[in-house]
């Protein structure tokens, strides 16, 4: 598994190399259609046949030369290509070759790069030129068949790698979209949360310096504890999102990979709710945590957290609960308030967010009225596994 790690490593970086160097490919592949173009001038040619000359070895060289710009004007590589072929075929005995490998890159690379009409007059253009080469080489059948074969194989290689790389852009634009969403997600909760508690805190506090200076003052200290947390929250995605794959050891990369809050942080957090005036009870049945996925226990800490900030944001409630239950492999999160309930619309971006936490691990997620008709309650159903066997 390692060695098969390392050369797909190696492949990756030589690809990465190649897209940065495109003269250097190119350059390469005109080196190696060379070797092969000279294969017949050092294998010894029958007698009847004259011998193989400089000039005729030249000229093969300039049906080569031209390979080097067939990313910049392919079409007209391939006309180049094609000349220089005749020439060779009427003006000189040269060794012929088994196959036209510089007409099959120049197909190849006006398949995969060029737009269709100029696909279209390159393929009328074949249409024509193959069979002439034919009649003026061995006027065989078969030789034809075997030309129209190799050629039209080159166009369809082409292609089908054009549609393979716009294959893979598409995916790595989709990619780089549901990693913006996921950033953006993260954002808000992190600011979103942090904002709220020290609002209220920071409203509370002029009150309670005139009645009870020893509660602004931890009013003050929970003001500045959320910030500092949001802050290395921030820092650590803000570093993760500066981090450069090419040069892993670089200054750029060096920023902590602290891991995402899960579970074990969530006690933590309903402290934190807590001192800003909102009574929160936190429960959890089943061993919530027993073998649970990180990325699922990010989640359900991203979860709870936007839940609450939206009852100190706009429920205006006394209380609220947390309950964690898992059982039959699915993990149920529950943050219910007595607060005025749920109110027109859709909830908002906080309400968005807990929905596609929940759909992207293959759960779903709820909202409406708590029990009784009292307050407002946010469900969450995830799939997780099995607790059994597993200690809690």
């Not at 180049?80 to 190849?108: D, F, H, R």
């Not at 993760?240 to 942080?265: F, G, I």
């Not at 800003?276 to 073998?291: D, F, I, K, N």
């Amino acid at each position: 598994m390692g060695i098969r790690g390392d050369v797909r490593g190696r492949w990756e970086r030589a690809r990465t190399w190649g897209a940065a160097n495109p003269w250097a490919v190119d350059a390469g592949i005109a080196l190696l259609v060379q070797a092969a173009m000279t294969m017949p001038f050092v294998v010894p040619r029958p007698p009847e046949f004259e011998p193989a000359t400089w000039a005729a070895y030249g000229l093969t060289t300039l049906t080569v030369v031209p390979l080097v710009w067939r990313r910049r004007a392919p079409v007209a590589v391939l006309l180049a290509i094609m000349a220089a072929s005749a020439l060779y075929k009427v003006a000189l005995e040269g060794p012929g070759q088994p196959l036209p490998y510089t007409g099959l890159v120049s197909v190849y690379t006006v398949a995969l790069l060029s737009p269709p009409w100029k696909r279209l007059v390159t393929a009328g253009l074949l249409l024509v030129a193959v069979p002439v080469s034919v009649w003026l080489n061995t006027q065989s059948a078969r030789e034809l068949t075997f030309s129209l074969f190799v050629f039209g194989a080159a166009y369809v290689f082409g292609r089908l790698q054009d549609a393979r790389q716009r294959a893979h852009r598409i995916e790595a634009e989709r990619a780089a979209a549901r990693e913006r969403a996921r950033i953006a997600r993260e954002m808000h909760d992190i600011l979103s949360h942090a904002v709220s508690l020290m609002i209220v805190q920071a409203e509370a506090g002029p009150v309670a310096v005139r009645a009870a200076p020893e509660r602004a003052e931890a009013a003050f200290e929970a003001i500045s504890e959320t910030g500092r947390e949001a802050m290395n929250q921030l820092r650590q995605m803000l570093g993760l999102l500066r981090e450069s794959p090419e040069s892993p050891e670089s200054p750029e990369s060096a920023a902590p990979r602290e891991p995402q809050p899960d579970l074990a942080a969530l006690p933590g957090l309903v402290e934190r709710v807590r001192d800003s005036g909102l009574a929160v009870t936190y429960t959890t049945e089943g061993g919530v945590r027993a073998a649970l996925p990180a990325a699922t226990g990010a989640s359900v800490y991203r979860i709870v957290q936007e839940a609450l900030t939206n009852v100190v944001r706009h429920a205006d409630a006394r209380t609220a609960e947390v309950r964690l239950c898992r059982a039959d492999g699915v993990l149920s999160v529950t943050v219910t308030d007595d607060g005025r309930g749920p109110r027109g619309g859709s909830g908002g971006h906080g309400l968005l967010g807990i929905r596609e936490r929940a759909v992207a691990h293959g759960g779903t997620a709820t909202t409406g009225p708590g029990p009784g008709g009292r307050g407002f309650e946010v469900r969450v159903l995830l799939p997780v596994p099995s607790t059994a066997g597993v200690g809690t």
